[in-house]
């Protein structure tokens, strides 16, 4: 099955940006969503379709999938950007939907 | 406002049944794919199954095949996830999560609702 591997943690002092990243067989051929998750709340979809921003999702959350390497950013990092990460992709040949294994981002 | 309410979780024994429910509004029911997706104690998302909006086309995790049943009434707006021979394996919050796009694929989860939490111990 396709596994998607993330950093387990991402340290980043307030202001600064993030950067969170996400490995997968070929994933160039995929379309990558990103989700946030904060303790005891269900997840939020940040970035859509590497790229896209969900209205209600401030600027400072963006997508990329340059260099065949989907990365979230968060610019401007603030307290409450404290979260779990995820990314996630549909896959065709098994007809799954595959999360990747999460990235904890702490604001220091 | 898109809205969707999950119920059904309890406690159970190993071996046990349980059927989860997840109630929509707020947007065209019938035109949406309805997915489970679960989350153990501490752990990462992990799908379990999605129904397109018809019901015609139903995926299962390879954890949850032969065990579970995804179905929905689109009458009721409503999804159900039929949860047969449980093991502890499969405690977890079970969350209802709708795709965002009504054009028939399956893509990614635009909304969740606050999930049920099933619990499978003796």
Not at chain 1, 55 to 83: C, H, K, Q, W, Y
Request: charged share 15%.
């Amino acid at each position: 099955s396709y596994v998607l591997t993330q950093p387990p943690s991402v340290s980043v002092a307030p202001g600064q940006t993030a950067k969170i990243t996400c490995y997968g067989t070929n994933i160039g051929r995929y379309s990558v969503h990103w989700y946030q998750q904060k303790p005891g709340q269900a997840p939020v979809l940040v970035v859509y379709d590497d790229s896209g921003r969900p209205s209600g999702i401030p600027e400072r959350f963006s997508g990329s999938a340059s260099g065949n390497t989907p990365t979230l950013t968060i610019r401007r990092v603030e307290a409450g950007d404290e979260a779990d990460y995820y990314c996630q992709v549909w896959d065709d040949g098994s007809a799954h939907y595959v999360f990747g294994t999460g990235t904890k981002v702490t604001v220091l | 406002e898109v809205q969707l309410l999950e119920s059904g979780g309890g406690l159970v024994r190993p071996g046990a049944s349980l059927r989860l429910s997840c109630v929509a509004s707020g947007f065209t029911f019938r035109k949406y794919a309805l997915n489970w997706v679960r989350q153990a104690p501490g752990k990462g998302l992990e799908w379990v199954s999605g129904i397109s909006g018809g019901g015609k086309t139903i995926h299962y995790a390879d954890s949850v095949k032969g065990r579970f049943t995804i179905s929905r009434d689109n009458s009721k707006s409503t999804v159900f996830l039929q949860l047969n021979s449980l093991t502890a394996e499969d405690t977890a919050e079970y969350y209802c999560a709708k795709d965002q796009y009504d054009s028939g694929t399956f893509s990614n989860f635009d909304m969740w609702g606050q999930g049920t939490l099933v619990t499978v111990s003796p």
